[in-house]
């Protein structure tokens, strides 16, 4: 079945990390570009980060550069994102993508409060 799963979402408080997680199936993942994007309430759905297909170039907005690390791992069809120094500002559902499959994960909640 050809699928993206993120996890690893949740509820943190300012300042805290979060790493989420997205697994492949069904495609060639090492081949694929992945990116991460995010949907905050009432707000259209931004491009948060992206990874080349041998991670060797990763993309960031800049409201994150500096705080959210895009990593994979082509042995394990996954991909990551470590988020450290959380805002309220990053709450959103973020979903995994690979442009190049057009597909998309269910997403993944994250809440960052007090």
């Known amino acids: 079945q050809v699928q993206l799963v993120e996890s690893g979402g949740g509820l943190v408080q300012p300042g805290g990390s979060l790493r989420l997680s997205c697994a492949a199936s069904?495609?060639?993942?090492?081949?694929?570009?992945m990116n991460w994007y995010r949907q905050a309430p009432g707000k259209e759905r931004e491009l948060v980060a992206g990874?080349?297909?041998?991670?060797?170039?990763?993309t960031y907005t800049d409201s994150v550069k500096g705080r959210f690390t895009i990593s994979r791992d082509n042995a394990k069809n996954t991909m990551y994102l470590q988020m450290n120094s959380l805002k309220p500002a990053d709450t959103a559902v973020y979903y995994c993508?690979?442009?190049?499959?057009?597909?998309w994960g269910q997403g993944t909640q994250v809440t960052v409060s007090s």
């Open positions: 993508n690979s442009p190049g499959f057009n597909l």
């Open positions: 069904g495609f060639t993942f090492s081949s694929a570009v």
């Open positions: 990874i080349t297909n041998t991670g060797g170039i990763t």
